[in-house]
């Protein structure tokens, strides 16, 4: 048995040795293909970590408007964030924003980043066979070899310090170059122009129509640049890393073999993989912090434009305890995010650095412990230079890992920012067709009001104002009249009254396509022939001269041949000639609506109207703080400019420059007729003096009933 046994031993000797020698003659072989499969294996497994949520998304997601894919989370929760097909869908399409074509400047600068991200690494590289050659000649004791390795390595410094430079200078200007792009089509769409028509207005339809974004100008603002920024770190953050795993694995399989790399390739990956499922949402913590970040800002901002009422009311510590429960939300937040980062950045460092660090000095220790087939034995000198730069490439590609793997977080939380920016965009793309989500009182839910909601009105260009069956409804669902008709001809001025509530504003806000048409027939000059004078006023930022000319700019009234000299004459129309010098001349500056009274602002707004000479005027109490003198004077003026006036006013002075009237009641009724100002206003003074007199009866009747009492007691 002993002697079978030795011969089996040697038996299997002689075929290892066999299997040796033909491995080691095919060896070359083995090492391209192994080597191949790397590359692939790499960019295969970075593709699949990054998009692994894709399938599982897009099988959870069911089909939606215009095919889109929501993560909208259940109401009083935020929406699902991640790495997956949504994310990735929402990328390309701002991609196709950010980089609009090959010749782009925003493509220039993504190809000169690359070059000089593949240049850095071909540095490294040869930093890398450089250390081994400097430890190598200190080693062997050669003075002269040690002076010009140190020479070769001062002279490297250049061209990489270079290099750095210019890639942290390449990677801020492509992000610049993306908010830049980014930010013009968003204000682009949510400003609109005069040639959108209906599909415009989209910053008003948005806080007024819409309740999915209460913080567009956050957006705007902050979220554009974080997501710009993010967008212009991960691309060095993912490609450099991903490039420099392929070459410095190659590099180094060429010096202890691609079968122990293959090999240290398995265990990281399996320590990836479960470091990968410890991650934590890290996407949806960034779209969080956003969301409440916002709501923060939109508590302060309500504060200050409601400043005088919170004051007037002494509402200070309520005001305070909603700001403190708003930030105490946002840290709150930011405590779970930090405490998430504290444990995840352990085990992530101990993983990465430690574990992965020990199995690499297991791998360059092969060459010296085991005979590898095909690598000739070799002194202490050639040794120790093969470990130094065996060890510096393992380094460098273990840090470059690592950076793939801190990449999935980078790209979790650019997925959290891609949300926020596709959720503006998807939003206004859905008012421009006329697509609300908006909260609707109780009674939206009857059928009959529903039936009414869910209708859509027909709009007419036409020089007169005509409605025929047309609902009037707040955005909220609140049906004001069922039905509204009327027909207004140029130079026929209207006169709307009507208790608080009951529909004049929405009337106009329909004139001015600012609200949808929910059924009927809408007959109306296009928006731009309205002009609207509210009770106080719009004054921009800016000029004198600009708040008489709003919105045009000195350009634009030079361009159709007004000079200031003619706007001093529309000035003087409404008693405003001496604003001009006392406030420094047309071009000085001003925080308008602190300067200029009440009724100074209003005359301003009727020499804006003046200026343009629109077809139509909406008058909503646009007189209420200007003498009755002054009134007069501008209600006739308007008339022989050939402006028609739609107004709303409960002075009974202006009653006599109207024809029409339209007196809604309140209950959902409206009264449309020819106006007699004289014989309603003798109608008016009988009701007050009648008003009068009903309210001296409890007088009367107290002291009857003391006369009463006194003829009794006689």
Known sequence: MAVLSTQQSQAVKERFAQFTKVYAAHRPAVQRTLNIAFVFYVLGSTYFSLSGGSRKSQAGDGPTKKGRATKRGEPGKPAKVAVDAV???????????????????????????????????????????????????????????????????????????????????????????YRTRLTKEIIKQYLGDEDQGSEGKVYYKLANLDDRIKNPDQMITHDIQRFSTHLAAIYSNLAKP????????????????????????????????????????????????????????????????????????????????????????????????????W???????????????????????????????????????????????????LLSSSDAFGRVMYSYKDLAELAGYTARVSELLETMEDIRAGKYEKALVSTASLEENGKILRGRGQIIESEDIQFENVPIVTPNGDILVRSLSFHVTPGQHLLIVGPNGCGKSSLFRILGGLWPVYGGVVRKPPASQFILIPQRPYLSLGTLRDQVIYPHSKTDMEARGTTDAELMKILAMVQMEGVVEREGGWDAAREWRESLSGGDQQKIAWARLFYHCPKYAVLDEATSLVPLEVEGRMMEHATELGITLLT????????????????????????????????????????QALESKLLEVPKMRERLAELKALAAEE
């Open 87 to 177: 994310f990735y869908r929402r990328l390309g399409q701002i991609l196709r924003i950010v980089i609009p074509g090959i010749r782009s400047k925003e493509a220039l600068l993504l190809f000169m980043h690359s070059s000089l991200l593949i240049f850095r690494t071909a540095i490294s590289l040869y930093v890398a066979a450089l250390d081994g050659k400097i430890v190598a000649s200190l080693v062997r004791a050669k003075p002269l070899e040690f002076f010009w390795n140190i020479v070769r390595w001062l002279l490297v410094a250049v061209p990489a310090t270079w290099t750095n430079s210019w890639l942290s200078y390449v990677q801020n200007k492509l992000a610049i170059a």
């Open 242 to 341: 991903v490039l420099d795993v392929i070459l410095y694995n190659y590099q180094l399989s060429q010096n202890v073999g691609a079968e122990g790399l293959m090999g240290l390739t398995f265990l990281v990956n399996g320590t990836a993989v479960l470091l990968r499922y410890l991650t934590p949402p890290f996407g949806m913590y960034a779209a969080l912090s956003a969301q409440l970040a916002g709501s923060l800002r939109h508590t302060h901002s309500r504060l200050a434009e409601f400043s005088e009422e919170v004051a007037f009311m002494g509402g200070e510590n309520t005001e305070k305890l909603l700001v403190e429960r708003e930030y105490a939300g946002v840290m709150e937040h930011e405590h779970r995010i930090l405490n998430s980062r």
């Open 343 to 393: 444990w995840f950045g352990c085990i992530e460092e101990g993983v990465i650095k430690w574990l992965w660090g020990s199995f690499g000095l297991v791998l360059c220790a092969i060459p010296v412990f085991f005979k590898v087939p095909g690598i000739q034995t070799v002194d202490l000198g050639s040794r120790t230079e093969g470990f130094v730069t065996n060890r510096r490439l």
């Open 648 to 687: 709303v006013s409960h002075r009974p002075s202006l009653w006599k420059y109207h024809s029409l009237i339209l007196h809604y009641d309140g209950q959902g009724g409206y009264i449309f007729t020819k106006l007699d100002a004289e014989k309603r206003l003798a109608l008016q003074e009988e009701k």
